[in-house]
């Protein structure tokens, strides 16, 4: 996986300039910085969480996430999102083993008018989190439902807005315990004018354990991403990359992190 960031951060170097001149640049990052877009997308998320444990390893995770929207009618689309967790996760205690496979896949589905409603693109839906980790250590050995719903704003240079779930635990594996936990994704996305397809984000992930002891349910980063759409051989990209310090953690929780992302991008 560390080859992957070398690839993601080589790519962003070289493609950058063709980017640029690309006359669609601009409103194709607008876009990709829309999670429930009107296009077929396929990000490849990379995370590298830095003192994880207690043992203070590295843990690293590849969020592969398609995008798949569905056109109901003329008003309203069905944008679908998955996020397929592949982890690589530190040992835990003393002679334990790196454990490597597939985590609980989360699946999205946003009802979403295809007219912004007073200036404001809208979805809400429901998520389901499928028990589907190969390992006790990778997942929660649970199945989830609960609502999620995502708003944001495209103002000039400026996209912002929020996504936000919570997921309760329907069924356990014996001996696990039950999930109910939130996740919200507040973003603010500036696009320079002066560089077609390049941008600043700030979107970190906060999380919500309702089920762990108390200064134990919160983790909270706080960092920034620089972006850039290109074109190779053709098919457009948005390459992203990003540093994040978690201010507040659970005990056993990541310090730090470093994210990189690959999307590849099929717009109308």
């Not at 001149?21 to 009107?38: F, R, V, Y």
């Not at 996020?83 to 003393?94: D, K, W």
């Not at 007219?115 to 404001?120: D, K």
């Not at 999380?207 to 762990?212: E, G, S």
């Amino acid at each position: 996986m560390k080859s992957c960031a070398t690839i993601i951060a080589l790519a962003m170097l070289f493609a950058a300039p063709a980017a640029a001149q690309e006359g669609d640049a601009t409103s194709l990052a607008k876009a990709a910085q829309n999670p429930i877009a009107d296009m077929i997308s396929v990000p490849l998320q990379y995370n590298i969480n830095f003192d994880t444990g207690p043992l203070d390893g590295t843990q690293h995770i590849l969020n592969i996430q398609p995008v798949y929207p569905v056109k109901l009618n003329a008003e309203w689309n069905v944008i679908t999102r998955t996020i397929v967790p592949v982890i690589s996760q530190p040992a835990f205690a003393a002679g334990q083993d790196r454990e490597f496979g597939l985590g609980d896949i989360q699946f999205s589905a946003f009802l979403s008018p295809t007219a912004p409603v007073g200036g404001w693109i809208l979805g809400m839906g429901a998520i389901a989190q499928l028990n589907t980790a190969t390992d006790d250590r990778l997942g929660q050995g649970a199945w989830g439902l609960g609502p999620t719903a995502v708003a944001l704003k495209i103002a000039g240079s400026w996209v912002f807005g929020a996504l936000i779930n919570n997921v309760w635990s329907v069924s356990e594996d014996d001996g696990r315990r039950g999930v109910n936990q939130m996740l919200l994704q507040p973003f603010v996305n500036y696009n320079f004018p002066d560089a077609p397809g390049r941008y600043l984000s700030f979107s970190p992930i906060v999380t919500a354990d309702w089920k762990a002891d108390s200064g134990q349910q919160w983790t909270v980063p706080l960092g920034l991403s620089i972006g850039q759409i290109a074109k190779i051989g053709g098919q457009p990209l948005n390459l992203q990359a990003g540093a994040y310090y978690n201010v507040q953690h659970p005990d056993d929780g990541a310090r730090w992190q470093i994210r990189f992302l690959v999307a590849f991008l099929f717009p109308k």
